[in-house]
């Protein structure tokens, strides 16, 4: 599974971003994809996820700010992002999986290059 991540920026605090991934090479209809990104000095951890039969989740610190979208018929993952925090400054990654999983980096074989994310106050 290749994936290609688009959307990344710089934006101040309050503004808003949307991240596009685009997936290619599933062979099945059952999958996932989701976001995760990492900051300087942090470990990578989870943001928001899509399934191919609607599931989604997020972490809580993006409930109310960030929304998932999986387009299952494109293989594309958008994460629209508002209310944008300083903190939520860091690399971006998009990763998919070939069965349904959990909101887990180790759940996830597949992983974009990463697209950069700065919000500045």
């Known amino acids: 599974v290749h994936l290609v991540e688009s959307g990344g920026g710089s934006v101040p605090a309050g503004g808003s971003l949307t991240l596009s991934c685009a997936a290619s090479g599933f062979t099945d209809d059952k999958y996932t994809m989701g976001w995760f990104r990492q900051a300087p000095g942090k470990e990578r951890e989870g943001v928001a996820l899509g399934t191919s039969d609607g599931r989604t989740e997020y972490a809580e610190s993006v409930k109310g700010r960030f929304t998932v979208s999986l387009n299952s018929i494109k293989d594309t993952l958008t994460l629209e992002m508002s209310s944008l925090r300083p903190e939520d400054t860091a690399i971006y990654y998009c990763?998919?999986?070939?069965?349904?999983?959990?909101?887990?980096?180790?759940?996830?074989?597949?992983w974009g290059q990463g697209t950069q994310v700065t919000v500045s106050s």
């Open positions: 990763a998919a999986s070939t069965w349904y999983v959990i909101l887990r980096p180790d759940d996830f074989p597949y």
